[in-house]
């Protein structure tokens, strides 16, 4: 199911549940400032508070979601008491006759085996505990059964049962969401990987060879270019960080210069222009590199003369405007859509797709690489970077 598909039934159970349920239990007065009549006032109470529930349940169920989730999920039920279990022990306790806790886990054994509904008196000792009667609910995902929810109520209620039930279905929608951000998370760093991985070993193997080279001519030089090497391999395979800022990737990209010019010499003319301003913006880590060496393979290829690439990264109002451009062979426009279509093959364009595709699953199909070439007239390429966007930090 996708994370719409997903996110639409969250919206339909809470609105149902809203209507339902919220207006067969004791409500409390609607004041005279209150907008809207009562079922729109329950309704918007409902979402409201689930809305405040959703956040911590989307890191998955562990005991502080639990903790963070429980106090709001007990208000949307109207019960005394409501404890979050895993498979193994209870997570979280909230609201009243917390030595029920002890028992919960003898109780939802069967639950967890079977991932049916069950209800079960409590057999309380404490004739002043309100608690007598609960419903468990298995919380899954994927038809796995991650834990239970478990409602506690003076006597037995056929409409508790039931919005247990509701309710437990949205947190069910929150854990599989949370389940789509770890794939995603997981998906991101494969492509990552798939990066790394193509950074040549020809590349490495040609960069110690040029700076074995001056080893004996310029030992200075030599030394300057092992740190340049040392420095660039750190930042490439670094294992923290989703993302990384302008600043840093461009730090990179010219250590990476750096030993492409230590081969090359002067038959590759680079040009920077950056804008300091732009710097602290935030971007999907190892995104401008695969573009640039791009641009080096395409911009030496075949060429007797010297070649010329220009990077700028430019302040555009809201956004950062990035251009690498090479004065190179280029390519057919038609192999170019082939390419960014994913039918390149396992080793043509791997890092312009890479690239084009995770901009894309940041920031939209809005933000996806825009490419200008053709046979014997270089290549330009050009993204632009939201200079702020929700959840994309720099590491």
């Known amino acids: 199911m996708t994370g719409a598909g997903i996110a639409v ?210 030992p200075e030089q030599a030394r300057e270019l092992l740190l340049e090497f040392a420095d660039f391999t750190r930042y490439s395979f670094r294992r923290h960080g989703e993302f990384t800022t302008l600043a840093d990737e461009l730090h990179s990209i010219d250590q990476y210069l750096a030993l492409v010019r230590a081969r090359f010499g002067d038959r590759l003319s680079v040009t920077l222009q950056v804008a300091p301003e732009v710097l602290p913006v935030a971007l999907p880590f190892l995104c401008l590199q695969p573009l640039v060496e791009n641009a080096v393979k395409h911009g030496l290829e075949g060429a007797v003369t010297r070649s010329r690439i220009t990077i700028s990264a430019l302040d555009a109002g809201a956004e950062a405007e990035v251009v690498i451009e090479d004065d190179g062979i280029g390519m057919e426009p038609d192999r170019l859509r082939q390419i960014l279509r994913g039918e390149g093959g396992t080793s043509t364009g791997i890092g312009l797709l890479n690239v084009d595709e995770r901009l894309r699953q940041v920031y939209g199909d809005a933000y996806g690489l825009v490419i200008e070439t053709g046979v014997g007239a270089g290549m330009k390429i050009t993204l632009r970077l939201p200079k702020y966007r929700a959840g994309v930090h720099g590491s």
């Open 9 to 218: 039934i969250a919206v339909l159970t809470l609105l149902l549940f809203g209507t339902g349920f919220l207006l067969g239990r004791t409500a409390r007065p609607v004041r005279t400032s209150d907008v809207g009549t009562p079922v729109e006032h329950a309704t918007f109470e409902t979402l409201h508070t689930a809305s405040l529930a959703a956040p911590p349940l989307r890191a998955g169920l562990t005991e502080e979601s639990a903790r963070r989730s429980a106090r709001r999920l007990r208000s949307l039920l109207g019960t005394d008491a409501l404890c979050l279990t895993d498979r193994d022990r209870v997570l979280v306790w909230d609201g009243e006759g917390d030595h029920h806790g002890k028992d919960v886990m003898h109780h939802v054994q069967e639950l967890l085996a079977s991932g049916r509904d069950t209800a079960f008196h409590s057999d309380c000792g404490d004739l002043d505990c309100p608690l007598r009667w609960a419903v468990a609910v298995p919380l899954t995902v994927d038809h796995r059964v991650l834990g239970t929810l478990v409602a506690y109520a003076p006597r037995e209620s056929a409409v508790l049962a039931r919005a247990a039930g509701e309710v437990a279905r949205w947190v069910c929608v929150q854990l599989e969401l949370a389940e789509l951000d770890r794939s995603r998370t997981q998906l991101i760093e494969a492509e990552i990987k798939a990066l790394r991985a193509q950074i040549s070993p020809h590349f490495i193997f040609n960069s110690l060879a040029a700076i074995a080279s001056f080893v004996r001519t310029d």
